[in-house]
Every structure is written in structure tokens, then in C-alpha cells.
């Protein structure tokens, strides 16, 4: 433990401490503050997980990258969830006649992990439940918050008996149709908004081969684009791949156009044929799972004085193009810990100071997980597409330190989101220049392209963007 932790916890009181949702980042958040030296009550309105089993309806795959894996390592759970994840070092995209594509993610070795949802957070709970300063309570329905008397009306889901509880400082993380959240948005002044995007997504699976053989490549996200809908593939251990449909809820192609068994199995074999022979329960899942939609939900303030404060979904849902979710509400845990670590019980200026940092990069992420959708779903198989990635990695290892890309800057680096979109949209104009100057790989060495490179790098330093 730092010296800064260290003093922090003894700063701090035992005065108790309240969260609103023991899913991914609610659990994550309880470790962080009893850490602190807290007392933590964590309610959840679900069954235990662990004895429950997996909810229906929610991805089983999640992608952990730089930001997920620092607040991990930061409660001492990183190395164990590292053992049981799956390195992803790049994209592989499949076309309609089966032809294989590869981009890679980063520099060598640098790779995103397929991590189950529910193994991690049964890993984080079981963590929560070995600490004596965390009370865990399950089927602990949030029904209202009285701002005004410092009040919990929690719903028992087994007895349908309703309890008053005090708080004092609460933590909602109860997702991105939290309850919490619902209070706030009835207080003077608030800003909130939710936009659904056209498209739902139903999880599929690609089975396991022989003996747990991975049947397509183990350390790849597979990507099927198809221009207005996609199909992606994450390894599990067993060696069979989650997949994820994202599909127009209307249209021709759509949902609402997939009523049989028969239509289902005709139009993957057209659109995705290589993928159809691995998925032998392909029309029992696509009728059994259900489809989930895809909403982004902005708000602020995301503090009520220093009562109440949002993190996670509660405060920033967004879509899940970017695999960022998580990783930017574990990254919410780690920046409120260094608010802690600075602030000690100061919770009104750590809320604050959290919602002014975070709110920037919270709109920055959402508007990039939009946008990763589109690259995804179309850009990835365009073949102009795929050689300017390739101009950029030979710029970056020209000019290392000063071109970093888009992708890694948010992935595998701790820059602020609102920060790397920023230096994203500078890098896509420079590219918008050097692109027409290219016709394949080794245009990059022409003399021309040299010095514009060269001009547009010494600009870039001159404006000091990094």
C-alpha cells in the first residue's frame, strides 16, 4: 500500500458508507472504499449470482482492457482474473465468402482479454464477502431515495416486505435504469437523456470442437461485418466463442423480419456461411435468448451535495462497440480512490472533483463507442480502410511517442477519453491529407509522402497535442 493509502485510511472514519448494486462496478467500489478504512452496506435488488446462476439477457463476455485491469490490480484481484481470461491480440474479420482478414490491436503482445461477466464479478463478491468492513445484502429492491431525510425504502423480493434504511452517503451503481438515478432526475435543474440505436443484439454461440477445441482462431475478436448489421465472437476457456448478433430491430434485414427457423437458417447461411456449421444450436438460440437493446444515457449532475453520487452505467451507460463499458466504470472506482486518497473524508469536494473529471470523458467514450460501431459493422472490410491502419502503425513506429492511435490510446493507455478524442480527430485529419498520396503499403516511402508526414509530425509537436 502507498504511503498516500496508507494515510488515507488513517484519516479516515468508520462512518458507514452505502452502495446501490453489487454488479460489476458496485462490488468493485465496495472493495475500493472499505480499503479505505468504511464500514459499506451493498444492496442489490438480485439474487445472489453465485447461488442464482447467470442472468439471462446480459453479455457473458466482456473485453478488459488497460483501464479495467489498473483498478483490478488496485483491490489485488488482477493476476487471478488474468489466469482464467483469454488474450485477444487483434481483429479478424470474416467477409460472406469466408475470407479471412487479420488486424492487429496494438503494438506486439499488446492484447484485450475475454473475461466471463459473471466469473468476474462472483470473483469481486467473493472478495466483498471475505472483507468484515462489507455487509452484502441480495433481493434488496431500491423503491426510493428521500434526499431530504437521508432514506432507503427497500422491497424484499422474497417477502415483498418493504424496510427503511438510513444513509449517509450513498453510491448508486445500480445500472443504467438505476433507481437512484431515477430520484435525481426528479431534483431542480437536472439534465438527462437516453438514445436507443435502432439495433438490438442476441447472444449465439459458436460450439467447442473436439475435446475443447477452439473451431476458429483462440486469440482473435471475430468480426462478421455485413455494412447495417455485424455479427462478433469472443473465446470462451471452454472453446466455444460467444457470439452477438447486432441487428436492425426493423427492416428487411432485421428481427422483425427472422420469424422462423427456416428464415433464420437461410439468411445466416447467406450472410455468415463460414459461421453457420459451428453453431448447431443456432435457430434453438436465436428464438430461446432474448434481444437486448442498446441505449446511451447521459445525466448531470451526477452529485446531489455530498448525499448521493453516481458511477457507472448509473451515470454514463453506453453502447458496447468499444468493449469500454466496464473498463470506464472500473476506471470511475480508481479515479474516485485517488479523489479519496487526496480528499480523505471530504465527500463533498470528492464528489464534485469526480463528477467535473469524469463527466468529459464519460460523453467522450459514448460518442466513440457510436462511432466504433460504424467502423465495425462497415469500415473494417473496406479495403482503404485497412491500408490508412496500416499507414498509421508505420507512422507510429516512425514517430514513436508522438502517434498513438486512436484505438490504443483508449484501450491500451490511461489518456483521458475526452483527451484521446481530441487527438483521434487532429490524427484523422492528418490522415485525410497523407490518404490521397497512397495507393498501397509502400507509397509510405515516397519522398512526397516522407516530407508531408514530416511537416504534419513537427506541426503536431509545435501545437504540443501530447
Same mark, same amino acid.
Given at each position: 500500500?502507498?504511503?498516500?493509502?496508507?494515510?488515507?485510511?488513517?484519516?479516515?472514519?468508520?462512518?458507514?458508507?452505502?452502495?446501490?448494486?453489487?454488479?460489476?462496478?458496485?462490488?468493485?467500489?465496495?472493495?475500493?472504499?472499505?480499503?479505505?478504512?468504511?464500514?459499506?452496506?451493498?444492496?442489490?435488488?438480485?439474487?445472489?449470482?453465485? #447461488?442464482?446462476?447467470?442472468?439471462?439477457?446480459?453479455?457473458?463476455?466482456?473485453?478488459?482492457?488497460?483501464?479495467?485491469?489498473?483498478?483490478?490490480?488496485?483491490?489485488?484481484?488482477?493476476?487471478? =482474473?488474468?489466469?482464467?481470461?483469454?488474450?485477444?491480440?487483434? &481483429?479478424?474479420?470474416?467477409?460472406?465468402?469466408?475470407?479471412?482478414?487479420?488486424?492487429?490491436?496494438?503494438?506486439?503482445?499488446?492484447?484485450?482479454?475475454?473475461?466471463?461477466?459473471?466469473?468476474?464479478?462472483?470473483?469481486?463478491?467473493?472478495?466483498?464477502?471475505?472483507?468484515?468492513?462489507?455487509?452484502?445484502?441480495?433481493?434488496?429492491?431500491?423503491?426510493?431515495?428521500? *434526499?431530504?431525510?437521508?432514506?432507503?425504502?427497500?422491497?424484499?423480493?422474497?417477502?415483498?416486505?418493504?424496510?427503511?434504511?438510513?444513509? &449517509?452517503?450513498?453510491?448508486?451503481?445500480?445500472?443504467?435504469?438505476?433507481?437512484?438515478?431515477?430520484?435525481?432526475?426528479?431534483?431542480?435543474?437536472?439534465?438527462?437523456?437516453?438514445?436507443?440505436?435502432?439495433?438490438?443484439? #442476441?447472444?449465439?454461440?459458436?460450439?467447442?470442437?473436439?475435446?475443447?477445441?477452439?473451431?476458429?482462431?483462440?486469440?482473435?475478436?471475430?468480426?462478421?461485418?455485413?455494412?447495417?448489421?455485424?455479427?462478433?465472437?469472443?473465446?470462451?476457456?471452454?472453446?466455444?466463442?460467444?457470439?452477438? *448478433?447486432?441487428?436492425?430491430?426493423?427492416?428487411?434485414?432485421?428481427? $422483425?423480419?427472422?420469424?422462423?427457423?427456416?428464415?433464420?437458417?437461410?439468411?445466416?447461411?447467406?450472410?455468415?456461411?463460414? $459461421?453457420?456449421?459451428?453453431?448447431?444450436?443456432?435457430?434453438?438460440?436465436?428464438?430461446?435468448?432474448?434481444?437486448?437493446?442498446?441505449?446511451? =444515457?447521459?445525466?448531470?449532475?451526477?452529485?446531489?451535495?455530498?448525499?448521493?453520487?453516481?458511477?457507472?452505467?448509473?451515470?454514463?451507460?453506453?453502447?458496447?462497440?468499444?468493449?469500454?463499458?466496464?473498463?470506464?466504470?472500473?476506471?470511475?472506482?480508481?479515479?474516485?480512490?485517488?479523489?479519496?486518497?487526496?480528499?480523505?473524508?471530504?465527500?463533498?469536494?470528492?464528489?464534485?472533483?469526480?463528477?467535473?473529471?469524469?463527466?468529459?470523458? $464519460?460523453?467522450?467514450?459514448?460518442?466513440?463507442?457510436?462511432?466504433?460501431?460504424?467502423?465495425? @459493422?462497415?469500415?473494417?472490410?473496406?479495403?482503404?480502410?485497412? *491500408?490508412?491502419?496500416?499507414?498509421?502503425? @508505420?507512422?507510429?513506429?516512425?514517430?514513436?511517442?508522438?502517434?498513438?492511435?486512436?484505438?490504443?490510446?483508449?484501450?491500451?493507455?490511461?489518456?483521458?477519453?475526452?483527451?484521446?478524442?481530441?487527438?483521434?480527430?487532429?490524427?484523422?485529419?492528418?490522415?485525410?491529407?497523407?490518404?490521397?498520396?497512397?495507393?498501397?503499403?509502400?507509397?509510405?516511402?515516397?519522398?512526397?509522402?516522407?516530407?508531408?508526414?514530416?511537416?504534419?509530425?513537427?506541426? &503536431?509537436?509545435?501545437? #504540443?497535442?501530447?
Amino acid at each position: 500500500m502507498s504511503d498516500t493509502t496508507a494515510s488515507a485510511v488513517t484519516e479516515s472514519t468508520s462512518e458507514p458508507l452505502t452502495v446501490m448494486g453489487a454488479g460489476l462496478v458496485g462490488s468493485l467500489l465496495a472493495l475500493y472504499l472499505a480499503q479505505r478504512g468504511h464500514q459499506v452496506e451493498v444492496f442489490e435488488r438480485r439474487s445472489d449470482l453465485r #447461488k442464482a446462476g447467470i442472468v439471462e439477457g446480459r453479455s457473458i463476455n466482456l473485453a478488459l482492457s488497460d483501464r479495467g485491469w489498473r483498478a483490478l490490480d488496485g483491490v489485488g484481484i488482477g493476476e487471478q =482474473i488474468r489466469r482464467v481470461g483469454i488474450p485477444m491480440y487483434g &481483429r479478424v474479420m470474416h467477409d460472406v465468402h469466408g475470407n479471412l482478414t487479420h488486424q492487429a490491436y496494438g503494438q506486439d503482445n499488446q492484447a484485450i482479454f475475454s473475461v466471463s461477466r459473471a466469473g468476474l464479478n462472483r470473483a469481486l463478491l467473493d472478495l466483498a464477502e471475505a472483507d468484515p468492513r462489507i455487509t452484502l445484502r441480495f433481493t434488496k429492491q431500491c423503491q426510493n431515495v428521500d *434526499l431530504a431525510k437521508h432514506t432507503l425504502q427497500l422491497r424484499d423480493g422474497n417477502t415483498g416486505q418493504v424496510e427503511t434504511v438510513p444513509f &449517509r452517503h450513498l453510491f448508486g451503481t445500480d445500472g443504467a435504469f438505476s433507481a437512484v438515478r431515477s430520484v435525481l432526475q426528479k431534483t431542480d435543474r437536472y439534465d438527462y437523456s437516453q438514445k436507443y440505436l435502432e439495433y438490438g443484439y #442476441k447472444e449465439l454461440t459458436i460450439a467447442a470442437g473436439t475435446d475443447g477445441a477452439w473451431q476458429i482462431e483462440k486469440n482473435a475478436l471475430h468480426i462478421w461485418p455485413r455494412g447495417q448489421y455485424m455479427m462478433i465472437a469472443l473465446p470462451n476457456l471452454d472453446g466455444s466463442f460467444n457470439c452477438t *448478433l447486432f441487428f436492425p430491430f426493423e427492416g428487411p434485414h432485421s428481427f $422483425a423480419s427472422q420469424q422462423t427457423g427456416e428464415q433464420v437458417r437461410t439468411f445466416f447461411e447467406e450472410v455468415f456461411p463460414d $459461421a453457420v456449421p459451428l453453431m448447431p444450436e443456432l435457430e434453438t438460440e436465436y428464438f430461446e435468448n432474448p434481444t437486448g437493446s442498446l441505449v446511451t =444515457i447521459r445525466c448531470f449532475p451526477w452529485a446531489f451535495d455530498d448525499d448521493v453520487l453516481l458511477l457507472g452505467d448509473a451515470s454514463h451507460a453506453i453502447v458496447p462497440f468499444y468493449g469500454q463499458g466496464m473498463n470506464a466504470g472500473f476506471e470511475d472506482c480508481t479515479v474516485l480512490n485517488e479523489l479519496m486518497g487526496r480528499y480523505g473524508s471530504d465527500w463533498l469536494t470528492i464528489f464534485r472533483e469526480f463528477q467535473q473529471q469524469r463527466k468529459p470523458d $464519460a460523453d467522450a467514450i459514448a460518442d466513440l463507442a457510436v462511432y466504433n460501431f460504424e467502423e465495425m @459493422r462497415d469500415r473494417v472490410a473496406d479495403p482503404r480502410f485497412l *491500408l490508412q491502419k496500416k499507414i498509421e502503425s @508505420r507512422i507510429s513506429a516512425q514517430f514513436p511517442g508522438q502517434w498513438l492511435s486512436l484505438y490504443s490510446q483508449v484501450t491500451f493507455s490511461h489518456i483521458p477519453y475526452a483527451e484521446a478524442l481530441t487527438n483521434g480527430r487532429q490524427q484523422e485529419q492528418i490522415m485525410s491529407r497523407v490518404m490521397p498520396l497512397i495507393q498501397d503499403e509502400a507509397d509510405y516511402e515516397r519522398p512526397e509522402v516522407q516530407e508531408l508526414v514530416r511537416q504534419e509530425m513537427a506541426r &503536431r509537436e509545435q501545437e #504540443k497535442v501530447f
